[in-house]
């Protein structure tokens, strides 16, 4: 009976566990970092050969309890979370952390034919 008290208080609290991390999406987040998966922060202009880095240009989302977001132009789109894949609108992202203050996000390629994979860090806003 102790085993199975345990194993009940054990599936429980790790459903309270995740609905916590879902419910960390919600709110307005801004981008503040974007590297390379590698880490690289900096290229070179093909054309000038000029160095410049990686910027988010600003990059606002909302992420609302309805499964609904928008971005900075108001460009409405859906979002969905499913294990440690995050899909806003018709892009798919790993989740690497998310925190109540942090969401590090890293495009996700299942057929790995992207030439670049970016991570993005965003800051909670809201």
């Not at 009976?1 to 208080?9: A, D, H, Q, R, S």
């Not at 709110?27 to 880490?39: F, I, T």
């Not at 909302?62 to 979002?79: A, H, P, Q, R, V």
């Not at 018709?90 to 030439?115: A, C, F, H, M």
């Amino acid at each position: 009976m102790k085993t199975l008290t345990i194993i009940i208080i054990t599936f429980l609290a790790s459903c309270m566990n995740l609905q916590d991390s879902s419910n960390d999406l919600i709110g307005k987040w801004e981008c503040n970092h974007k590297e390379l998966e590698d880490g690289t922060t900096k290229s070179v202009d093909a054309f000038s050969g000029e160095e410049f880095e990686y910027s988010c240009d600003g990059i606002t989302i909302e992420l609302n309890s309805d499964l609904t977001g928008s971005d900075d132009n108001g460009i409405k789109f859906k979002y969905q979370k499913k294990d440690s894949i995050l899909t806003l609108g018709n892009r798919s992202y790993v989740i690497e952390q998310l925190t109540k203050s942090q969401l590090v996000i890293r495009n996700y390629d299942p057929k790995g034919i992207n030439i670049s994979n970016f991570r993005t860090k965003f800051s909670k806003i809201d």
